[in-house]
RNA sequence: GUGGGCGUAGCGUAGCGGUUAACGCGUCAGGUUGUGGCCCUGAAGAUCGAGGGUUCAAAUCCCUCCGUCCACCCCA
């Protein structure tokens, strides 16, 4: 048992029962990202670990404790993505895109690795829908890739979903908030609970967000950056809120708002459901980032973007209610008995392929019975049934396995009438399920 | 990295010191002459996560390890 293969821990198979809910996203992200006028764009799997190191921040937990780094037989430093948005500022650069028209609106879905310890809705591998717009410093594209995420959530039936915006401010006055921010806790801290004493002294901004209870009274007065922004952060952030006034989007201003990446400036947000308070529960986030693209050796580039788990998302379908249904469904079964039938079989199985149905053939050696089952359990609407008698006539019998009917025709004519029967009902086809009425 | 729960056939479970480890689902095969779904019968499938210990006897008790899940840190 412990000798057999696992996935790696933190992995997982997509198993076929669980593919109609990745198709169902990745297609209503494509759908509404062109809404949008998002083109896609897909990166490496890995980059160069210095990417990150540099963009996300290497005092970042995801860079310093999180990221697969691996040297390569050419001594290359590299790492597997663990986020996206450096990934896609790299490809900006390099393909010279500040030379097409402006902004640019790039989306992807893309695997994601970190080294964690896995739990509900976080794994080491895992998957983001991923929307950038680069080179525009608009609020208004800040609401639009905030609205454009909510409408993907609605069209997969999510609902009872918040947008939480707060504002993080440009560098400069976060640093003087960040200074009164710790002359405020300073004098407290020894009440802090030990992670908030680290954060301290790491990421004071994490302080806002600590869960611990020995944390919450001094949390309560705590200066928050969303009440002390500096005049064009705050214009910005008004506009924002504007914004998804505007079209109808639920937001809540959440001044305790913060995000663990470096690059951060004024907008950042996250959606999370309204009933949940799992600690996972974020299913996608994201903010604006003006100033990544200049670290990374660019020129001044302001954008803003979100990442949102497939994964959490998919969790989050389930919770709302949201059932698919195994897609798996055959239009024809055909099932042969005599050896004289398994070559006519064969090549009928081809003909009927190649005009467009599809088809499965029964084991060879099974007996019809078992073939039969087999027609059932692939939720196959026709069976023909080729036995030495009809190889012998050169005919087929063609049986509808709703009704039960059937007829003998002209192995001639075989594809024409199961082509005419599939298509008579299009709708069995596309819905699938396989589900029987007892 | 820290803390807690759980590990019995493919899946879900029962058994919690004592003869060949049980049940449901699933799989495969049958239920007479070439016909599925329901039903019936049968079969295959488990070194009871691994290693060690206690005992006349261990899936059942103890220890270690591994795996997994949940929470913290952090994150989608």
Redesign the pocket.
């Known amino acids: 048992?412990?000798?057999r293969f696992?996935?790696?821990?933190?992995t997982?198979d997509v198993l076929p029962a669980m593919q109609p809910y990745w198709k169902a996203i990745t297609t209503a992200a494509e759908e509404v990202t062109r809404l949008y006028g998002f083109q896609r764009i897909d990166t490496p799997v890995f980059e160069y670990a210095a990417l990150f190191e540099k963009g996300s921040g290497d005092t970042?937990?995801?860079v310093e404790k999180?990221m697969y780094v691996f040297e390569d037989r050419g001594g290359e430093h590299l790492a597997l993505t663990p986020?996206g948005t450096p990934a896609i500022c790299r490809a900006y650069l390099e393909h010279g895109m500040a030379s097409w028209p402006q902004p640019v609106r790039l989306f992807t879905t893309h695997p994601?690795f970190?080294y964690?310890?896995?739990?509900?809705?976080?794994?080491?591998q895992?998957t983001?829908v991923d929307c950038e717009i680069l080179g525009s410093p608009d609020p208004l594209v800040d609401a639009e890739v905030i609205e454009l995420l909510w409408r993907i959530y609605e069209r997969l039936g999510i609902r009872n979903v918040v947008v939480r915006l707060g504002s993080i401010d440009d560098p400069e006055p976060r640093r003087t908030y960040v200074e009164r921010l710790k002359d405020y806790y300073r004098p407290h801290l020894d009440q802090l609970s030990p992670?908030s004493q680290r954060?301290f002294e790491r990421?004071p901004l994490?302080l806002l967000?600590?869960?611990?209870e020995r944390d919450l009274p001094l949390k309560e007065g705590a200066p928050k950056p969303v009440e002390t922004l500096s005049a064009p952060a705050q214009e910005h952030h008004d506009m924002v809120c504007k914004a998804l006034e505007a079209v109808g989007i639920n937001y809540i201003v959440d001044p305790l708002l913060v995000?663990?990446?470096d690059y951060y400036n004024r907008t950042v947000f996250?959606i999370t459901p309204l009933d949940d308070e799992?600690?996972?529960s974020?299913?996608?986030?994201g903010g604006r980032y003006d100033g990544l693209i200049e670290i990374l050796g660019g020129p001044p580039t302001p954008a803003v973007g979100f990442?949102?788990?497939i994964?959490?998302i998919i969790l989050e379908m389930q919770r709302n209610g949201v059932e698919l249904p195994a897609g798996h469904r055959i239009d024809a079964f055909i099932v042969h008995?005599s050896p004289s039938a398994h070559a006519v079989a064969f090549r009928l199985g081809g003909e009927l392929r190649a005009a467009g149905i599809a088809t499965q053939l029964g084991?060879s050696g099974?007996?019809?019975?078992?073939q039969?089952?087999?027609?059932?359990?692939a939720s196959a609407r026709l069976?023909i049934?080729?036995?030495?008698?009809?190889v012998a006539a050169g005919t087929a019998?063609v049986?509808r396995?709703?009704?039960?009917e059937?007829a003998t025709i002209q192995m001639a004519d075989v594809v024409a009438q199961v082509q005419e029967a599939v298509s008579a009902d299009p709708d069995a086809i596309l819905q699938g399920g396989g589900s029987?009425d007892?």
Do not use: C, F, W
């Open positions: 048992m412990t000798q696992q996935a790696p821990r933190g997982q970042t937990d995801v999180e986020e994601m970190r964690d310890r896995p739990q509900k809705g976080r794994y080491r895992h983001q992670d954060r990421n994490r967000d600590s869960k611990d995000r663990g990446l996250e799992r600690a996972q974020t299913i996608g986030a990442g949102s788990g994964e959490r008995m084991e099974r007996s019809m019975k078992s039969m089952r087999s027609a059932n359990a069976a049934i080729l036995g030495e008698d009809e019998v049986k396995l709703d009704t039960g059937q029987r007892s």
